[in-house]
């Protein structure tokens, strides 16, 4: 069966960085898209950035723009976010998440698959 599992998740100061992973695997896709989400203590579930099958296009939300950088290895079937310039308010679950539809890639209800969560806090 398909399986997301995240990793590089911690704990770290204000302005520091963590690079997350997340490799799919079980899997038989010939192209998908590859999501990141956050749950904030108390908040929904909140769209973060994605990538393209390609990995030429990408979205981030706003609060994350010129700070988060989405990327992905199609041989190695994962895809990492690299945090920079962490802030406490990016305290939150991270999950990462399999679509097949680009075009519905900002809401959680375009992906198929979902990680489990690692935890991210970042102490100001």
């Known amino acids: 069966q398909v399986q997301l599992v995240e990793s590089g998740g911690g704990l770290v100061q204000a302005g520091g960085s963590l690079r997350l992973s997340c490799a799919v695997s079980?899997?038989?896709?010939?192209?998908?898209?590859m999501g990141w989400f956050r749950r904030a203590p108390g908040k929904e579930r909140a769209f973060v950035a994605a990538?393209?099958?390609?990995?030429?296009?990408?979205y981030y939300t706003d609060s994350v723009k010129g700070r988060f950088t989405i990327s992905r290895d199609n041989a190695k079937s994962t895809s990492y976010l690299q945090m920079n310039s962490l802030k406490p308010e990016d305290t939150a679950v991270y999950y990462c998440?399999?679509?097949?539809?680009?075009?519905?890639?900002?809401?959680?209800?375009?992906?198929?698959?979902w990680g489990q969560g690692t935890q991210v806090t970042v102490s100001s």
């Open positions: 079980g899997h038989t896709f010939s192209s998908y898209a």
């Open positions: 990538v393209r099958w390609s990995g030429r296009d990408t």
């Open positions: 998440a399999v679509s097949f539809r680009w075009e519905s890639v900002l809401s959680p209800t375009g992906y198929a698959y």
